[in-house]
């Protein structure tokens, strides 16, 4: 979900894996860090602010350089990372005039990677006197409105819902963060009594309000009131602080946070966290995780697939292994930004339990019917309808997070906003008790009306969204084509190849073209059924389970029967009959599990010659024979559990393959007594009736079309891409 409340942008980030199969964290580091008897601290940022660069830029390229060092700082601001501003003068383009202009974050971006163009530029005087369209909360709306009437320069950066806290602060420069360690004392019954300790007055203290112009109101009455102050925490959200240049801006912001991390440290030191471990983190989660997420995302119906993410970092394993675990994810997130990632609560699981599908499904579906009691018990006349229902944050002590949603980043994301709330819940925890966001306030920001009209106004997701496809073969010619046109569509895919380093190339470009998050790669030889096994379990753990099958892995041979040996026969059967047979086995169960979804699809890539005879390459032919066979008996076999199995022929895919490469150009070039170069395409090309050369691109879009809704009515079918061969015309 997109959220223009506050602080939080429409997110570009993308991280996931970045090499092969290396999801995890280092074991070891991760269960030094939960140890029984300590907790785990929070960072200490200092400032990297350098004069020499600094002297350098423009007061609004300064205001880009403050915002960009707090924002690309973890340590500083988490993902997002809030909103900057300063007020420079400038001249009106129009008068010539010499006018004050609010350069303040706009909506969307992150303040870590926001370029000059991020921010919303206007007329401060308008701003101010917005002020006499404003009678009282209720207008909080209709302010937002008025936003865009102020716009200076013709600057199109749409002005965030939080513009009123920079515009009625009679200060040049304005930082407002969220940091863990400031939100750990904003949502802490001992917060405010810390503030006044840490800061002895200096940093002031307003109650819950959501934010908005008549925040914006509240924050300048009490600073015109407290005149002392130099900053101002906002309970259960974060902090707002300024100062007389960027500089002094930037450090100040950073040394409150490393204040209110140094003292929450002292505090934490004293005792474990969340009333110690209940659960150690089980040395076995990453395969617990695989068997579980699949079927957790079984139970999750609803309009549209959910991906899955799960992580194993330290402050999931010491928060789900606690003693207080129970009692706090029951409260919920804090920050406005967490919750709206994460939803009202998590779910949690008894890690006894986790092998009973009944427990799951009962559990998916409690957590459904609390959900809905929630909207029934705080809608409002106007309320949009209520949406989906399933939860977003699964924890399991021992095992860790597991978060959900309809596109891989997102759920990653929204894992990653559940550590920051942990982080939170930990240090709130250790100063008094933590408060979470009241239940119908965090719902008047979940069902926003701003919002919801830019929801419906978000286009439709693509057709492949949701879906998880594995491609065996993924690093060859069609493998890859098939890849491709998938993710294009918008789908997660798994490239899984034998060569291992030729897997992680196709990756790494593809991660290049349409993000980290949603391509993984895993090495798999299809003839060894333990390696089948752990691709599909690595698929389970990093995306949640598996929708589509490709199964295109093969190799190809020729030689005449009296020169076809054993082995040569066996190896054909090896990969290209058995290898079908393992992967088609041991992705059934996954595919099972999305039934009640729409159901599932298989598509195996055949062959010409598994309907057309070949001479001098009959262990080739009769093993693509035999798998298209198989295909038709698993499409008998997976209609009742909705998993369709289809087949695409391809001949003579000359372009980017990996067979073609080897000696079957060579024996194939031999066997029609021609040239094994241009010579060689142009045969085949001759040869087909339409004389177009057959491409990967090609295959990739009948494997596609069958892997896609569009064939949803096709089961047992093979369409042939073979740019036409009368000896394969199906009959
Ligand atoms: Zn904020």
Redesign the pocket.
């Known amino acids: 979900m997109q959220s223009s409340w ?2 939080r942008p429409t997110f570009t980030g993308q991280s996931g894996s970045d090499s092969m199969a290396q999801s995890t964290q280092d074991a070891m580091t991760v269960e030094t860090l939960v140890a029984a008897d300590a907790a785990i601290p929070f960072a200490v940022p200092t400032s990297r602010w350098d004069d020499a660069h600094a002297a350098t830029l423009s007061p609004a390229e300064l205001l880009l350089y403050r915002s960009n060092l707090l924002g690309s700082d973890l340590t500083v601001t988490n993902f997002g990372g ?2 900057t501003s300063a007020k420079l003068t400038q001249t009106d383009p129009l008068s010539g005039a010499a006018v004050e202009v609010l350069w303040v974050k706009g909506s969307g971006g992150d303040i870590g990677s926001m370029k000059l163009d991020g921010f919303a530029t206007l007329y401060q005087e308008k701003l101010l006197g917005l002020e006499a369209h404003y009678a009282g909360p209720d207008d909080d709306d209709k302010m937002v409105g008025y936003l865009p009437h102020c716009t200076f320069n013709l600057n199109g950066r749409a002005a965030s819902i ?1 513009t009123p806290l920079h515009s009625l602060l009679p200060f040049a420069h304005v930082d ?1 963060v ?1 940091p863990d360690a400031i939100i750990a004392l904003a949502a802490s019954s001992g917060g405010e009594a810390a503030t006044q300790e840490i800061w002895g007055g200096k940093i002031g203290w307003l109650p819950w309000k959501r ?1 908005g112009y008549t925040l914006g109101v509240m924050l300048r009455d009490y600073v015109r009131a407290n005149p002392q102050v130099e900053g101002v925490m ?1 309970a259960g ?2 902090i707002i602080c300024w100062a007389d240049s960027a500089k002094a801006c930037y450090e100040h912001t950073v040394q409150l946070i490393a204040d209110a991390a140094n003292y929450l440290n002292g505090k934490l030191a004293a005792k474990p966290a969340f009333g110690g471990q209940k659960v150690a983190p089980n040395p076995d989660r990453a395969t617990i995780a695989a068997d579980l997420m699949p079927r957790l995302r079984g139970f999750m119906t609803g309009a549209r697939r959910k991906l899955g993410h799960w992580s194993d970092d330290a402050e999931a394993l010491e928060f789900a292994g606690s003693v207080e675990f129970e009692r706090l994810a029951a409260l919920g997130t804090s920050c ?2 967490h919750f709206l990632r994460t939803k009202i609560a998590p779910l949690t699981l008894d890690p006894a339990r986790l092998q009973d599908d009944a427990y799951l499904a009962e559990k998916i579906a409690d957590y459904r019917a609390m959900y809905a009691a929630y909207y029934e018990r705080c809608k409002r006349a106007n309320s949009p309808a209520m949406r989906d229902s399933n939860p977003v944050v699964v924890l399991v002590p021992g095992v860790g997070r597991i978060t959900f949603a309809t596109d891989k980043t997102t759920a990653r994301l929204a894992g990653e906003f559940y550590g920051n709330a942990i982080n939170v819940m930990r240090g709130a925890e250790a100063i008094g008790e933590y408060i979470a966001l009241d239940e119908q306030e965090a719902f008047d920001i979940e069902y926003w009306l701003l919002e919801e009209a830019k929801l419906q106004r978000m286009p439709a997701p693509k057709p492949m969204v949701g879906k998880i496809a594995l491609v065996t073969g993924g690093a060859g010619g069609i493998g890859a084509a098939t890849a491709a046109r998938f993710l294009r569509e918008g789908a997660c895919v798994v490239l899984a190849d034998r060569d291992a380093s030729a897997a992680e190339d196709v990756r790494a470009g593809f991660a290049k073209q349409f993000g980290k998050d949603v391509v993984r790669a895993v090495a798999c030889d299809v003839t060894d059924e333990a390696q089948v096994q752990a691709a599909f379990a690595y698929a389970a753990r990093e995306f949640g389970g598996l929708d589509i099958l490709v199964a295109n892995a093969g190799i190809a041979s020729s030689a005449p029967i009296e020169q076809t040996t054993l082995e040569l026969w066996d190896r054909n059967f090896d990969v290209l009959a058995q290898g079908y047979f393992l992967t088609a086995k041991h992705a059934w169960g996954l595919l099972k599990r999305m039934k009640e979804q729409g159901g599932t699809s298989v598509v195996f890539i055949g062959s010409k010659n598994a309907v057309a005879a070949a001479a001098g390459a009959s262990a080739y032919a009769s093993a693509k024979a035999a798998a298209n066979h198989l295909a038709r008996c698993l499409a008998l076999e997976g209609a009742p559990e909705g998993i369709r199995v289809n087949v695409v022929n391809p001949d003579a895919v000359i372009k980017g393959s990996k067979i073609w490469d080897g000696d079957w150009r060579k024996e194939r070039a031999a066997s029609n007594k021609i040239d094994a170069g241009e010579e060689l395409e142009a045969h085949y090309r001759n040869r087909s009736m339409l004389k177009r050369d057959v491409l990967p691109e090609d295959i990739a879009e009948a494997a596609y079309w069958l892997g896609s809704e569009a064939s949803a009515k096709s089961t047992g079918n093979m369409i042939n891409v073979d740019a036409g061969n009368v000896q394969a015309f199906t009959r």
Do not use: F
């Open positions: 506050l602080c809030g909103n939080d407002h969220h934010p906002l959200h974060g406005p930004d």
